[in-house]
């Protein structure tokens, strides 16, 4: 396999200039399902599976899943802000160096697991109860020092969800 396919399993989130209710509210699904489908992979890998990395350089899947709920949390939080504060300028944060902190190590993975649980159930109850017109808030990213739509984060997110079962379907393919 190659190098882009195994950084992009799905390919690099694309986005469109609009976006449909329906498109919305597809997108809020997959974040909604998001845990089961997580669960389902894990279920399927080992251990081992699990400390390998699924690409040179790459996290090892016990990295990828803490990532996610890191991620995850940071992304709710952020949308909780944009609904109830403007204008929103987000903190951002270094993925790489969070997960190297020593929790990643030390914690097992149902840990974040159950906070992905818990927390897709807030984040896509929240996303599904919004009227359309909340999906144009927006906040200010200053690492990319650019404006990002809730309807764009929602599709980036839940490309999110499916680009990191693509690791860890890599991982549990070898």
Excluded at 13 to 28: G, M, R
Excluded at 67 to 87: E, G
Excluded at 112 to 130: F, M, N, Y
Aim: charged share 25%.
């Amino acid at each position: 396999m190659n190098m882009d396919k195994l950084r992009y399993p799905i390919g690099q989130p694309q986005f469109k200039e609009n976006y449909t209710s329906q498109d919305i509210k597809i997108a809020i699904g997959v974040l909604k399902n998001f845990p089961e489908r997580l669960k389902e992979q894990l279920s399927k890998m080992s251990k081992a599976d699990l400390s390998r990395q699924y690409r040179p350089e790459g996290w090892t899947g016990n990295q990828v899943v803490h990532h996610l709920a890191d991620s995850h949390i940071n992304a709710y939080i952020r949308t909780k802000f944009t609904l109830t504060q403007q204008p929103v300028t987000i903190m951002g944060y270094n993925e790489d160096d969070w997960a190297l902190t020593p929790d990643v190590d030390v914690v097992p993975i149902e840990a974040s697991v159950q906070i992905l649980d818990g927390l897709h159930r807030r984040w896509s109850g929240l996303l599904g109860a919004l009227d359309e017109d909340y999906f144009e808030s927006s906040y200010h990213h200053p690492e990319n020092n650019r404006e990002w739509k809730l309807k764009k984060v929602v599709h980036l997110y839940e490309w999110h969800c499916r680009h990191h079962l693509g690791h860890l379907k890599i991982l549990s393919s070898k």
